[in-house]
């Protein structure tokens, strides 16, 4: 459970659970939620004096970061909304976070659909794209290329393991694509006959490194190692600002029950119950000497440029999203 600020609204709260426990889950999507609840709590806000007003959304701020650590898409929406809250009176304060989110949300959406047509530039007609995890940037390139009449096949991996590529396979198959979902370990056999790896991001650090669901770096170096391009669909809200002053990323670990189940852990260990130690690492680090693009709403980047987009886009940026 999330640590509870006081004062902050049973919405925020549920949302913010609700993040942790991944059923609200995916860069953008978090982003998305979590500024809908400082939305939500701005709308139901009982503060009387501005500086109350202002104490509460910052608490419900970092109630919403402290859920999840590597997605840098949830802090820069935080601070993104924080920094529209500006008025004299509570009315003023709260009509501003509000219009301030709402844009937010918006320039989410538009930024997504615009990044697909970049990326869907890159995709040619009868492409073979193979998948890992479950991206909806990803997922908006492929959507902008059916659109533009291009016929595509998807080879998703599985992704152990929540399997989020099940999410991926299903949204696919909507949307009347053929898909051959593997198991992890069969990516490499499966990319002789790919023409292009196609994943999303939860950070871009600024020399490049994409931090994404774990099992990406393999796949990336198997992909260099078989002359398949890797294209990393990213909006921008996805660069880790912090990382240009020497700031690393943090990687989610997460619980062992998502490895093996208590019976599994006994059939292992039997009944001493002790040596084993169950290590789940959500994300990792791909060098970025192993992605040939950066896809985002600006433009398509070569990793090692994207330092230039992040510094004309959040200057040197210090200090928590809930700091003033
Ligand atoms: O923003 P979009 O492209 O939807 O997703 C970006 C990334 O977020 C997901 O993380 P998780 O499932 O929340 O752990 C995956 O790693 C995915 O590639």
């Given at each position: ?46 503060a ?56 937010f ?39 902008a ?45 499966y ?12 950070s ?89 693009a950066?896809v ?29």
């Open positions: 459970m999330v640590t509870r600020q006081p004062d902050v609204d049973p919405a925020v709260a549920a949302t913010a659970d609700d993040i942790e426990a991944m059923r609200i889950r995916g860069a953008a999507t978090i982003a998305d939620a979590a500024a809908e609840a400082l939305s939500t709590q701005a709308k139901r806000s009982d009387t004096a501005p500086d109350v007003f202002e104490r509460q959304l910052r608490a419900a701020a970092k109630t919403l970061y402290e859920t999840r650590p590597t997605a840098v898409s949830l802090p820069n929406a935080l601070r993104y909304v924080l920094r529209g809250m500006d008025g004299e009176s509570v009315s003023a304060l709260r009509d501003a976070t509000i219009a301030r989110a709402e844009e949300q918006r320039e989410l959406a538009r930024a997504q659909t615009t990044l697909g047509t970049v990326g869907a530039n890159r995709l040619r007609d009868g492409d073979v794209v193979m998948t890992h995890c479950h991206s909806t940037d990803a997922l908006a390139c492929l959507e290329a059916l659109e533009d009449g291009k016929e595509v096949e998807a080879i998703v991996k599985e992704t152990r393991p929540r399997k989020q590529g099940h999410i991926t396979a299903q949204q696919l198959r909507e949307w009347g694509v053929p898909v051959t979902l593997i198991v992890d370990n069969a990516a490499r056999r990319l002789d006959e790919a023409d292009h790896v196609l994943v999303g991001a939860d871009i650090a600024a020399d490049g490194s994409v931090i994404n669901k774990i099992g990406t770096s393999g796949l990336a170096v198997n992909a260099r190692e078989r002359g398949v391009p890797v294209m990393v669909a990213a909006q921008t809200i996805k660069l880790h600002p912090d990382t240009m002053t020497g700031h690393t990323v943090e990687i989610e670990m997460r619980a062992e029950s998502e490895v093996v189940s208590d019976e599994e852990r006994r059939t292992i260990t039997g009944d001493a119950d002790d040596g084993l130690v169950v290590a789940n690492p959500a994300f990792d680090v791909t060098p970025p000497r192993y992605v040939d950066i985002t709403e600006r433009g398509q980047f070569p990793p090692e440029s994207i330092v230039t987009l992040m510094r004309e886009l959040f200057g040197e940026m210090t200090g928590e999203p809930w700091e003033p």
